[in-house]
């Protein structure tokens, strides 16, 4: 992609933040354009049909959104669904396991050579690296080029079960994360928590999925919430003609709650999310 500094080029897809979804429908169409001189760019289908009065959305079952650590985003996640439903879609339950088994081959597969051949300069000269970084990309080290091939039967496998499930719906409905987490808790954990923030999202880009991420509110710590519908290419223009309904309708609280750290404190920060201030009007695209 022009102008991005490439991370995974396989797997390279440019998120984009705006206050309204007319930006970053307009972001959308200017990156959109196309570029002849660029291999990785993919001609991009319309969707089959625009979502109307009635649509289909997966929900995965409640022991799959991991919400245990904090149960009022489990109240955010049932207003998110209760607000589809109200707008003519109807809830269908879905497995989550085919799309989780794919998320999990970004950093436990071969992708992570990809990513270390990107900074090779810098793996080489390990000073320059953060050491969680550096340790992550380091592990591209044990993977074969059967095991490349390996993860790509894999991955082809997976989504052949993931596209039968997206077959029978419009979009798929999940919280943006697990849970959000402050800078103090990533630097006590990072790996971990990583993994945990990109349960609903690793997925993506693996399995040539697009989504739009709406705001859904306050957890009573201050952190913000939020929602994705995700689906296959050509989705995000389809959620774009009626993620305004969703955004001026869900009955979410606007304004975060009182908290006891200041919400511009350092630790209050949300490192996957946009600032506390800034999430109710920021949906991220890709």
């Not at 309204?20 to 289908?45: G, M, S």
């Not at 396991?97 to 000269?125: C, H, K, M």
Request: with cysteine; hydrophobic share 40%.
């Amino acid at each position: 992609m022009e102008g991005v500094v490439p991370a995974c080029q396989t797997l390279d897809c440019v998120s984009i933040f705006a206050r309204t979804a007319a930006q970053a429908d307009r972001v959308l169409t200017l990156a959109d354009r196309r570029n002849p001189a660029d291999p990785w760019q993919e001609d991009q289908q319309p969707p089959r049909r625009l979502m109307g009065q009635s649509f289909r959305f997966g929900v995965p079952a409640a022991d799959q959104l991991g919400l245990v650590e904090y149960p009022e985003a489990q109240a955010l996640f049932d207003a998110a669904v209760a607000h589809l439903e109200a707008l003519g879609g109807t809830a269908v339950d879905i497995d989550l396991t085919p799309f989780s088994e794919a998320a999990a081959l970004l950093y436990d597969g071969p992708w992570v050579s990809e990513r270390q051949l990107a900074v090779n300069d810098l793996v080489i000269t390990p000073d320059q690296v953060h050491p969680v970084v550096r340790d992550v990309l380091s592990a591209g080290d044990r993977f074969t080029a059967g095991d490349a091939f390996s993860a790509r039967y894999r991955l082809a496998a997976l989504k052949r079960r993931t596209d039968a499930v997206l077959a029978t719906l419009d979009t798929i409905l999940t919280p943006t994360c697990p849970a959000p987490y402050t800078i103090a808790d990533m630097m006590a954990d990072p790996v971990a928590l990583n993994a945990r923030l990109g349960a609903f999202t690793n997925f993506m880009n693996l399995l040539d999925y697009s989504a739009v991420s709406v705001p859904a509110g306050f957890l009573d710590n201050g952190m913000p919430g939020g929602s994705p519908c995700s689906g296959r290419p050509g989705a995000t223009a389809r959620s774009m003609a009626w993620l305004a309904a969703c955004t001026t309708g869900l009955p979410i609280r606007w304004e975060p709650p009182a908290t006891r750290y200041p919400m511009n404190s350092h630790r209050n920060r949300c490192t996957r999310c946009r600032s506390p201030s800034a999430a109710p009007t920021s949906p991220d695209t890709r």
